[in-house]
């Protein structure tokens, strides 16, 4: 991925808040000359190390299970808020228009779990969702229910080896342009335009707990 000095990111707390909140990731493979795409929810396990695992799951009758190989790397795409930048909001006039956003790209080696790595990946996904609801499910199944179904999933990890981290943020404008971008995308009547616009008042005030007004 490009990435401009001003927009790169290198906090690590950081990127894993990212990748935490914005966890429908994108897994990218490569197979006989082509890539290949799935979107899954991901999870993000911090070892003792320091290093980083991703964890997550796919229908058996997907092909991209097959792709992994100890030779081979995978990529995994999370991504979070985005919009069009009108030039009508800075004051520097004479520019032209852009898209912001902010990304991480997440390398590593993927391999296949076995059934009870599965069986955790399926339950820590479901209660860290559930966790969000007002009146959180609890899984019903019988374990012998829960075989039959976890048959027809495929569980992997990603060791991974390298993470590259952007927030295009208008981060080499003017402080009168990027208020006024800010300005111009809260007041949209598009709902994504008015996240980034969250977004970018997230980072620049520092923020560090969730909430339904800002990131994270």
């Known amino acids: 991925m490009y990435i401009p000095v001003f927009n790169r990111v290198g906090d690590e707390e950081k ?10 990731a994108t897994l990218v493979t490569h197979k006989d000359g082509w890539p290949c795409a799935s979107h899954l929810p991901v999870l993000l396990e911090k070892k003792d190390d320091g290093g980083r695992i991703l964890r ?5 009758a997907n092909p991209q299970w097959r792709h992994f190989s100890v030779d081979t790397g995978v990529l995994c795409i999370f991504a979070g808020p ?10 520097m006039k004479h520019t032209v228009p852009t898209w ?13 779990t076995d059934e009870a790595a599965l069986r955790r990946i ?10 969000m609801m007002p009146h ?3 899984v019903p199944l019988s374990d012998s229910e829960l075989d039959v179904m976890l048959k027809a999933v495929v569980g992997f990890s990603v060791e991974v080896t390298r993470v590259e981290a952007k927030f295009k943020l ?4 003017s402080r009168e342009d990027q208020e006024g971008m800010v300005k111009g995308l809260l007041g949209s009547s598009d709902p994504a335009s008015q996240e980034l616009g969250r977004f970018i008042m997230a980072q620049s005030s520092g923020a560090s707990e969730r909430t339904e007004q800002s990131w994270p």
């Open 15 to 24: 990127i894993d808040q990212f990748i935490d909140y914005y966890g429908f």
């Open 170 to 173: 208008g981060q080499n404008r």
């Open 136 to 138: 959180p499910w609890k």
């Open 82 to 91: 985005h919009a069009y930048i009108s030039p009508s909001w800075y004051q």
């Open 56 to 60: 997550s799951h796919m229908a058996r």
């Open 100 to 112: 912001n956003y902010a990304a991480v790209h997440v390398y590593g080696k993927a391999t296949i």
């Open 122 to 131: 399926v339950f820590d996904t479901t209660a860290k969702y559930e966790s």
